[in-house]
């Protein structure tokens, strides 16, 4: 019988899917099923023994015999041509019943099964009853079990069928009643034939699936992670699941039949069991220390204990069913939670910085005792409190969006007694088991600030006079100029020279001028009306900023109530002197619409009024010959790359505490065919301002790494520090926006970012090689996109420098947010550090700050060798200057460094300095 499976399977396969039904009354094959049906029928057929033999036993006795084979064949010769009739009969009476109408679920469905049908009812006459009949048969029973037809039903629907049958035998056979005996005994023969195969296999089917669902269930019950045990009402153990034996390293054998006390200490569970087999109650999550009997070891254990029944008979006996959880791993991690929250609040407590702790409602649940002394509560002051009693805007737009884009931010906070101060903090934020709890960091900037506000101060102050420095005018004029233009406003800018300064300075000494410039200080601020700016530039020159003029007169009115104020003589101890000054005055918008033009303007007026002894002068430019001399220079610098006049002179940076030269900068120079070299004062603001700046930034990038490689491939291995600019910055930062049509800050920083890599890529030069020095103002600017770049680009492994610190913001707070390695003191602070007490102390407390940064110091424009002592005994790292060496054409580089490692000394020109000094 299996080869007879294994045939017709095969035969089956090789046919398209809507022939895979078997003659069936009720049923037809979905995609799928074909291959479990064939499984299920050779299970069927190995476990009731239905092989060839035992079917020919039973057509034996069922007494089939040739003669009934010949009796069918001839009632099917007389059929043909009746059997669509039986079929529409037979399917009319099926619809006609809810439970085989189910089974018809469509017109389509009910189209295929009458073709199965009349197959079947066409093969029950043909007289063929062999294997694949008998196989056919078999599927039968399957197939109803599997979709679950009632075998009553079944058999019912074989009544219907021989019962329109009989009748139409007896009239086929002439109602001849001998024939008509005979081939009816035939028939049913065939019919008891398929009736008993279907039945064996439907009933052997179902308890297949009933045992199969046992088997599943059975492993479920081994395979839950949780222990199970089921007990009789006497505590007997019936079965236990494989994690149970496990835990207790018992097995099925120790534990069947023994009662659960003899094999488990737990102190309680007996008497827990019994009051669930009296009330039938379950008794859920019970904690229980479990241990072998005869075993000191206990494992802590959580224990659920319900009854069963297995039937809903009353006389059936009730059981127990057992849940062990081991909580074991739970006690540890709760153990070692318990540890961490310790360690986190010992931590916490001995933490200088605040740490407060709200939940999701903004109530305070933590507050450590660095907090306490912040805010000047006491912990139990502000427990489930609002946290905005400290931080009241905290959950304001503003703070909310600081804290969207960084993750360090500055808010204001809020002391006890009301008085308010700056702190920086950082969140974040945790599911707790009460729901999310926010974590805030707290950093008191007080000090700060006024380290910050101090050193700003420094930096746009003259510290002689406490007057704005050159840098604040400008930055205000900026301003101001703005202002003047949305309002149609007219404003002046006077520049101020005293008259023999220098006289009385070198007849009186140093410390009688700087009393002068203090005095006249005082004087011109007497000039002046509230928002009008005084500012002294250096030495003995001033610049004024007079704004909201209603006429050009009111700037002379000014001029001549100076020349009034600093017509009185000034005391300095026993002398007394006099100081007249030249005034020059620039107009806007008459006479320039920018603030470097009109100080210049301005300082140009001055000469004239100086040159004429008129005391104060306006300005009368020379439009013509100003203008055209700024052209021709415009127009050269335009051709001057691709004339190849441009060029690259590198200036060496030098170790302070070796000797050792560490880097290289590299300087545009501009070689003119007529004019010679052109300082980089007169073009390279030029080139600012037309955008010539762009194309010549990235002809200094291509052309410094190229020399990089070229020393490279000679054995040079240095680094090389170019200059971004501030157009090129903006410029390249904002190529990526242009080029897609948006203006995402998110796209910002990729054009800058590209274009040094695509450079680095083109040359080969590895980017720890290249080292990149940009401006505080530029930074400033926006500080988000410069972050941005500057941290793609030292991702990349180049440094980056601050060029000219201390000009510029001077703020703490972005020197922590970049990516910087090393900041420039500018040399307008290293020339006086030996006489300037004022710039002798903003640079020390420059390096002291950078070093408290972990961030390297190079000073600019050492030239004499008390600068150099100086800055080596403050710890500064690096310097750059003509004091070593002036900026060098590329060739004579290797030169430097030759002599330089050779004679342990670095020597350009006539100076020599021992290294390592």
Known sequence: MEEILRKQ???????????????????????????????SIAIVVRTLGIDE??????????????????????????????????????????????????????????????????????????????????????????????????PEWYLGAYSKYLAGLFPEIWQRLDANPEAFIATCQALI?????????????????????????????????????????????????????????????????????????????????????????????????????????????????????????????????????????????????????LESERRFRDLAETAHDGIIMSDSEGQIVYFNRAAEHMFGYRRNQVMARPITIVLPELFSDQLEERRRRTAVWEALGKRRDDTVFMVEGSSSAFKGAKGEIITYMLRDLTERKQFENQLMHLAHHDSLTNLPNRKFFRERLGISLNEATLKGEQLAVLFLDLDRFKLINDTLGHTMGDRLLLMVGERLAGCFRRGDVLARLGGDEFVMLLQGLSEIQDAALVAQKIQVALSQPFQLEEHEVFAAASIGIALYPSDATDADSLIRC???????????????????????GLSAERLVLENSLRKAMERGELLLHYQPKIELASGTVIGLEALLRWNHPTKGMISPDQFIPLAEETGLIVPIGEW????????????????????????????????????????????????????LVETIDKVLSETGVDPSSLELEITESILMQNISMAANILQAL????????????????????????????????????VRDITTDQDDAAIVATIIAMARSLRLKVVAEGVETREQFDFLLEHGCDAMQGYLYSQPLAAEDIPLLLWRSHNSGTLVTGEKSIPAGV
């Open 53 to 150: 033999a035992a079917v020919a036993r039973r057509k034996a006795f069922l007494e089939i015999s040739d003669a009934d084979v010949a009796c069918l064949q001839t009632l099917h010769a007389s059929l043909q041509g009746r059997t669509p009739d039986f079929v529409d009969a037979f399917y009319s009476h099926l619809l006609s019943y809810e439970e085989t109408r189910r089974f018809i679920p469509d017109p389509h469905v009910l189209e295929h099964l009458k073709q199965t049908q009349a197959a079947y009812f066409d093969s029950l006459t043909a007289g063929d009853y062999g294997q694949d009949y008998i196989h056919h048969r078999l599927r039968v029973g399957v197939a109803h079990q599997h979709v679950g037809l009632a």
């Open 794 to 829: 030292s991702g990349k492994g180049m440094r980056i420098f601050i060029d000219d610190f201390g000009t510029g913001y001077s703020s703490l707070s972005y020197l922590k947010r970049l990516p910087i390695d090393t900041i420039k003191i500018d040399k307008s602070f």
């Open 189 to 337: 023969k065939i019919v008891l034939l398929d009736m008993g195969l279907a039945m064996d296999t439907y009933m052997q089917a179902n308890s297949q699936t009933i045992q199969t669902l046992k088997e599943y269930a059975d492993v479920v019950f081994a395979s839950i992670p949780d222990g199970l045990v089921v007990l009789s009402p006497n505590l007997t153990i019936l079965s236990a699941n494989r994690d149970f034996l496990k835990r207790f390293g018992l097995t099925e054998a120790i534990v069947h039949g023994a009662c659960l006390t003899d094999v488990l200490v737990a102190d309680g569970l007996r008497g827990r069991a019994l009051e669930v087999l009296a009330t039938g109650d379950a008794q859920h999550d019970l904690p229980f220390s479990m241990g072998l009997v005869g075993s000191s070891e206990r494992k802590p254990m959580s224990v659920t204990i319900a009854g069963i029944r297995l039937a809903e008979e009353e006389e059936e006996e009730a059981r127990l069913l057992l849940i062990v959880k081991d909580l074991t791993e739970e006690e540890k991690l709760r153990t070692a939670a």
């Open 602 to 624: 301005a300082d140009c007026a001055m000469y004239q009024a100086k040159e004429q002894g008129a005391g104060y002068q306006f300005y009368q430019p020379e439009l013509e």
């Open 700 to 751: 200094v990038l291509r052309t410094a790494c190229l020399q990089i490689k070229d020393w490279q491939q000679k054995g040079i291995l240095i680094p090389v520090a170019i200059n971004l600019s501030a157009r090129q910055f903006r410029h390249l930062s904002t190529v990526s926006e242009t080029r897609e049509g948006n203006h995402r800050e998110g796209h910002a920083e990729r054009g």
């Open 9 to 39: 399977a095969s035969k089956q396969a090789s046919k398209p899917d809507s022939s895979l039904a078997p003659t069936s009354l009720l049923w037809t094959a979905r995609p799928g099923m074909m291959r479990s049906l064939n499984e």
